[in-house]
Structures are given as structure tokens and as C-alpha cells.
């Protein structure tokens, strides 16, 4: 459990509502959703669709089930999808591409997370009963694992341009688009205008306590509901969460600049301190890879150092850490939090002990 004071840099999931979120949730008009009649879903799904210059939306729970909703219309029984190789659909989420929907993941080499056409050239399987049916592309902007790099825009059109002329759909895991809108100054329906579905998570710099989007074309979307209704995700009175999303529209889009200067803040904090480098060549959004030089210790010996001072920052790597700025955490936090990485460093890990400091984007 989040300690009071922490300063909590594993995820920007770790925000919690604020006084003015929780008091738009607490006066939410709700109705069934599964009948269409909540209101307040209803309205966050027509702004989406607004915002974004597309036909239709359907409010999901999670990042993961609104990607699966979008993975399973585009695909069937069998066919095989195409994801850069450190995408969240194909790493982190359970396999759920096979496990829910019998599709395979052709993993593709990209640069930090990011792939261009030239990369998915010849990655088309050939009409051939041997391979599976080639069927969709996912991206995702801004990468997580990638470094937190954000789509120049020309790869996304000449991919879109590519896919659609081969026949096949293109999904864009949107987990942090506004992230991405903010970073690249791209407006919204400007960078999402000729991808098919788009899933969009509330929960992470936005603020929410839950939530996620997928948007779309009328038809996929009514295709998307009645897998949303298959996994298990059908909602009820969600007019009490979606307000926190309409909430976080209105409010929390401007200051997620805030969040990419504080990541800059930090970025240059800490490497001024011996032993700490840059994991991407820079930072473009709110997540900062950075890797910590063997000879002082592992990056988990450095996370569970770290949290006995107060300050949460998971390894992602044996020597890879991920910090992540997001609405919870102000400048003056970010300093207190290069600090105290400057003197446990210079104090010498000694034997923390790395089991407190497991990640689930950790790897071997
Ligand atoms: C890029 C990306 N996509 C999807 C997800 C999944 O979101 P959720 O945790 O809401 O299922 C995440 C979560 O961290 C993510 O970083």
C-alpha cells in the first residue's frame, strides 16, 4: 500500500482522484449502460468521438480489455497480428491475443517501441495454407517499453497507408495518447485520422480510478460492444467512473506538459549523479528509462533502497530502472526524489534486498 509522503514514481496509475474528480463522480447522472441509458457514459463516448473525429465509442474497464475488444473484431480464429517487439498487447497482457481471441503476434523490430513501414515490408504472410492469415497492425503511441517515445506522425500515415492498401485494419493502443498528443503538438484527430480503433486508458496520466475507451467506426464499435459484453466487461450505473473521465477531459489534458517538464527535470537530475545513464536517446514524454552502472549494484537493490526512503521507482531491467511523472507528483517532489537517488548511491546499495523491488515490466 502507498505510504502517505511517498513519492510514488513506479506508474502514472498510481494517481489517485482528486477532491473535484471525486466530486463529479459523486453527483454522476447514471443510468444501465448495458441498455445504452447512462448518461454519463453515454456523453463521455459522444465527446470521445468529438475529440477524435470518429463515428462511435464504447467504454471499457482497462487498457488490456478495450486492446482485446479491438484485437478480436479485426481478427479470427488463427490469424496473426503484427506488434513492434516490445508492445503491451503482445508482452503484458497475458497473452491475451491467443488466450482470447486464438490470434498470434508476429513480434517486429522497431526503434524505441516505434516501427515504419520499411519495418513491415515483407511481413505479410503469403496465401499459403501453411501460415496463418496475416489480419492486423497495432501500434502504440506513446511506447511504453519502448522508452516512452512518441509516433512521428509520417510514420503513422505511411503505415496506415501501407496496412489499408494490403487490406488490413490498424489498431493504435492509445494507453497514453494524450501523452503523445501533448509531446508531438499533433492535434488528436489530426494523428488519429486514418487508424481504425483506438483504445484510450483514463486511469494512467489522466487521473482516473479506472477506465479505458475504444473508438472507432459505428460498425466496429458495434462489434466491440458484444465482445465487451463476451469478456466479461459489461457495465451497469459506469456514469459514476465516466465522469471522472469527462472530468479528466476537461481539466487534466493541459497540465500533462507538466508532467513531460518534470520528466526533463529529472532526467537532468539524475545524470549529474556518477553511475546513472540514459536508457533512450532522450526523453519525449513522462516515462524516463535510465540505467544504473553494475559495479554499484542491481537496478532492484537500487528500487528497494529507495523505498525504504520514500521514493517508489521500480527496475525494469537488472540494470534498467522506469520513473514516471504524472499529476501526483509536483517539481519540488522530483528534486527530493533526485536527491535521495544521489545519496543512496554514494552511500553504496550494500545488500538491499531486491525481492521488495519486483516490476511487472521487469525482465530477465
Ligand atoms: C501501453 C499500455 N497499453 C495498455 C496498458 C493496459 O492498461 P490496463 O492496465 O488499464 O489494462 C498499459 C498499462 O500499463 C500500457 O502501458
Known amino acids: 500500500m502507498a505510504v502517505k509522503n511517498e513519492i510514488d514514481l513506479r506508474s502514472d496509475t498510481a494517481t489517485r482522484p482528486s477532491p473535484g474528480m471525486r466530486r463529479a463522480m459523486a453527483e454522476a447522472e447514471v443510468g444501465d449502460d448495458m441498455f445504452g441509458e447512462d448518461p454519463t457514459v453515454n456523453r463521455l463516448e459522444a465527446m470521445i468521438c468529438e475529440m477524435l473525429g470518429k463515428e462511435a465509442a464504447v467504454y471499457a474497464s482497462s487498457g488490456t480489455q478495450s486492446n482485446q475488444m479491438g484485437v478480436r473484431i479485426h481478427c479470427q480464429l488463427g ?22 481471441s486464438g490470434v498470434s503476434c508476429r513480434l517486429i523490430e522497431g ?48 503505415i496506415c497507408e501501407w496496412a489499408h492498401a494490403n487490406g488490413l485494419p490498424v489498431h493504435l493502443d492509445g ?11 499533433v492535434p488528436v484527430d489530426r494523428m488519429v485520422r486514418d487508424i481504425d480503433t ?51 477531459l476537461e481539466n487534466n489534458l493541459d497540465r500533462l506538459k507538466d508532467d513531460h517538464a518534470h520528466a526533463q527535470q529529472f532526467t537532468a537530475g539524475i545524470l549529474k549523479i556518477p553511475g546513472i545513464t540514459l536508457a533512450v536517446p532522450e526523453v519525449q514524454s513522462n516515462l524516463v528509462f535510465f540505467y544504473l552502472a553494475p559495479e554499484l549494484g542491481t537496478a532492484a537493490a537500487l528500487s528497494a533502497r529507495l523505498k525504504e526512503r520514500g521514493v517508489r521507482i521500480n527496475a525494469s531491467g537488472p540494470q534498467r530502472l522506469r520513473a514516471c511523472t ?29 525481492a521488495h523491488a519486483s516490476s511487472p515490466y521487469a525482465r530477465a
Open 79 to 100: 490469424d496473426e497480428l503484427l506488434i513492434e517487439s516490445t508492445g503491451h498487447i503482445a508482452n503484458y497482457e497475458q497473452g491475451a491475443p491467443a488466450a482470447l
Open 111 to 158: 526503434d524505441g517501441g516505434i516501427l515504419d513501414v520499411g519495418d513491415l515490408a515483407g511481413k505479410i504472410r503469403p496465401d499459403n495454407q501453411h501460415f496463418p492469415r496475416t489480419a492486423l497492425v497495432c501500434l502504440e503511441n506513446t511506447t511504453n517499453m519502448g522508452g516512452g517515445r512518441v509516433y512521428p506522425q509520417e510514420n503513422i500515415d505511411r
Open 175 to 185: 494507453a497514453r495518447l494524450f501523452n503523445a498528443v501533448t509531446a508531438s503538438g
Open 198 to 248: 483506438i483504445s484510450i486508458c483514463f486511469s494512467k496520466g489522466l487521473g482516473c480510478p479506472m477506465g479505458s475507451i475504444l473508438v472507432g467506426s459505428k460498425a466496429d464499435i458495434a462489434r466491440a460492444r458484444r465482445v465487451r459484453k463476451l469478456f466479461g466487461g459489461a457495465l451497469r450505473q459506469a456514469g459514476i467512473t465516466a465522469a471522472a473521465a469527462i472530468y479528466a
Open 326 to 354: 504524472h499529476l501526483d507528483v509536483t517539481a519540488e517532489q522530483v528534486d527530493t526524489a533526485v536527491k535521495i537517488i544521489g545519496e543512496v548511491l554514494s552511500e553504496g546499495l550494500g545488500t538491499a534486498d531486491p
